[in-house]
C-alpha cells in the first residue's frame, strides 16, 4: 500500500485490478480436468456475480484492453485547470488563481470538479508538495503538471519489486499448496530482533560481499546446466531456476 500510495494508485484502481486477478487465477488455475472454470464456478469461488465475471474475462481476452484506472480529485482538479476555457488565458495558458476568493479561484476550481468536500488547503499541501503546482509572487497559484503522483519513483525499480515479490510468494505458494509427495522449495530466513543499531552499515557491507559471493556460484552452476540453444539435450523442457537474497531490516 505504501508503494501504491506514493505512486498515485487509488483503492478504486486497486479493486478494479483485484477484480480482474480474482477472476483471471480463477478461470485458469481451479478448472476440473484441463478444462477452463465455467462462469458460475468462477462467480462461487470470487465472490463477484456471474456478469461482472463475464465483464472482466472479455477484458482479459482483449489483448489491446489497457486499464484506464480511476481519477484522483488532485489529477482531475490539475486537468481541468489546463483544459476549461474559463480558467485559460488567450494564448490557452491556465490561468494563475487565487487560493479563494470571488469569480474563478482554486476554491472554485475544486467544486467545479467535484472536489468541494476537500479543504482547498489540504489538496493544496499535496499538490505543493508533489511539485505541480507553484505559488507566484504575487501569491496566486499557477499548476505545472497535468497530472498528480504524490512522489515519482523509478519505474525499473518498480518493475523489479513486482518480478521479486512474485518470486518470494510462489516459493511460499507452493509449499502451502503442495501435494504431500512433492518436495518444499528451500526458503530460510536469518534474522535477530535485537541486533545494535550502530552495526547496520557492517552487517550491509558483510551481506555486500558474501550475498554476492553466494549468488556468483548460484550463477556459475546455472549456466552449467544450461540447455543448449539446439535442446537436443533437453527431452523435458526448460525452467527457470534460481535463488535471491535480501536485505531485512525493521
Not at 477452463?36 to 465475471?53: D, H, I, M, W
Not at 518470494?168 to 518444499?184: G, I
Request: net charge positive; aromatic share 6%.
Amino acid at each position: 500500500m505504501h508503494v501504491l500510495i506514493r505512486c498515485g494508485v487509488t483503492w478504486k484502481e486497486f479493486a478494479e485490478l483485484s477484480r480482474r486477478s480474482y477472476v483471471e487465477v480463477a478461470s485458469h488455475q481451479f478448472g476440473k480436468r484441463g478444462r477452463p472454470t465455467n462462469v458460475s464456478r468462477t462467480a462461487v469461488l470470487t465472490g463477484l456475480t456471474r456478469r461482472e465475471v463475464r465483464k472482466q474475462r472479455a477484458r482479459l481476452a482483449a489483448t489491446t484492453d489497457t486499464f484506464a484506472g480511476h481519477v484522483t480529485k488532485a489529477s482531475l482538479v490539475l486537468s481541468a485547470w489546463h483544459q476549461d476555457r474559463d480558467l485559460l488565458d488567450s494564448r490557452g495558458k491556465p490561468l494563475p488563481l487565487p487560493l479563494e476568493g470571488e469569480g474563478v479561484s482554486f476554491a472554485a476550481l475544486l467544486r467545479r470538479c467535484g472536489a468541494g468536500d476537500v479543504r482547498p488547503s489540504t489538496l493544496l499541501k499535496e499538490l505543493l508538495s508533489a511539485q505541480a503546482v507553484r505559488e507566484t509572487r504575487d501569491g496566486r497559484l499557477e499548476p505545472l503538471k497535468r497530472s498528480y503522483v504524490p512522489q515519482s519513483m523509478d519505474e525499473k525499480l518498480i518493475t523489479m519489486w513486482g518480478k521479486r515479490i512474485t518470486d518470494v510468494a510462489k516459493t511460499y505458494v507452493h509449499n502451502l499448496t503442495r501435494p504431500a509427495n512433492a518436495p518444499a522449495r528451500f526458503e530460510r530466513a536469518a534474522v535477530n530482533d535485537r541486533v545494535n543499531a550502530s552495526a547496520s552499515p557492517d552487517f550491509q557491507r558483510f551481506l555486500e560481499q558474501e550475498g554476492e559471493a553466494f549468488l556468483e556460484r548460484v550463477d556459475a552452476w546455472l549456466t552449467a546446466h544450461e540447455a543448449r540453444a539446439d535442446a537436443s539435450d533437453n527431452p523435458h523442457g526448460v525452467v527457470r531456476l534460481g535463488a535471491g537474497l535480501y536485505h531485512i531490516q525493521d
